[in-house]
């Protein structure tokens, strides 16, 4: 159960950059069952996240090529929805929903 990590870093030689993908293994028992809930939290939240923020995209891209209203109020309801599952769930903070 390695994780990658992308290191960037400078070289010795002066405005030169590197990349370097280096793994990290927990070693302890709760380091192991703690980076198996983060990444089954990163899932579930990535289910809410993703369609949310194209959910607004969507708003967004309709606005500048002028959707008509049936098509705006659809969009809207449906951003709107997805904005407050994410809230319900503490994906994103309700304040700022």
């Avoid at 990290?24 to 380091?31: E, G, H, N, Q, V």
């Avoid at 809207?76 to 304040?95: E, G, M, P, T, V």
């Amino acid at each position: 159960m390695a994780v990658n990590h992308w290191v960037v870093g400078s070289s010795p030689t002066p405005g030169a950059w590197f990349i370097k993908k280096i793994s990290i293994m927990p070693i302890t028992k709760s380091a192991k069952k703690a980076l198996k809930r983060s990444r089954f939290l990163r899932e579930r939240n990535l289910q809410f996240k993703i369609p949310m923020k194209k959910a607004v995209k969507a708003i967004r891209k309709g606005v500048n090529e002028s959707f008509s209203k049936a098509e705006a109020t659809k969009a809207l309801r449906d951003a709107y929805s997805k904005i407050d599952r994410a809230a319900k769930r503490n994906i994103l903070h309700w304040k700022a929903a």
